[in-house]
């Protein structure tokens, strides 16, 4: 783990807890839909939209930007459920390893400018999702932290498996002081189809 931008280390603030997940129980009962585009914020649970179910689970700060003045980062974390039996469901960056081996954080006079090269290089990989901040383009990187229920325990993933549960983790860099962001899913497995998550500062939870 000491060569990955991982919840141990980048991620710190974003240790959310194993029990918290219960992604298939937690996203039963919701509303199902098909629509072309869909807007979920803070609490909503979508249990199956084009056999994917979410729920935007949290929101936390995390840590200042050590290139941009002013600005911090802000992780998000969106509970996901594959519906599908058969369909793998590709989320986020696809080249994890390629990031990992090429940021290495076993360096700690290193360390921080490295995380800050890991974040706009798995950004500028993350095609699937868009981030608009206070009305300005905003970076976002997303990968899966897929979940072992037997294990009670998260892996970094770039899927989500058929009937997998995990987390949707999304980064965002935006101006410190903000007041709304919202991040835009257009899926690889939906065709014209787009799933936007609304925030407000007032959502936080501050690690």
Known sequence: MSN???RRTFLKCTGASAAALGAAAMLGGCGSSTSN??????????????NLGVQLTSVFTMANTPDLPNHEYV???VT???RSGATTFNIGA??????????PLNDEATKLDVARQYF??????TTDFTAVCDGAEAEVGAYIQLYNAAAQSFSESTNLPPQGAGYIQLICCVPTG???LSVTFTPTFAANKSLTFS??????TQA
Do not use: F, T
Request: a negative charge; glycine letters at 2%.
């Open 120 to 125: 706009h290089a798995l950004a500028a990989s």
């Open 199 to 204: 925030l407000n500062s007032s959502d936080l």
């Open 80 to 82: 996901a459920v594959n």
């Open 37 to 50: 585009a869909i807007e979920v914020k803070v609490g909503d649970k979508v249990s199956n939209w084009n």
């Open 94 to 103: 696809q080249n994890l390893a390629e990031l990992d081996a090429a940021y």
């Open 4 to 6: 990955k931008i991982s």
């Open 178 to 180: 903000w007041q709304k």
């Open 75 to 77: 992780a998000v974390l």
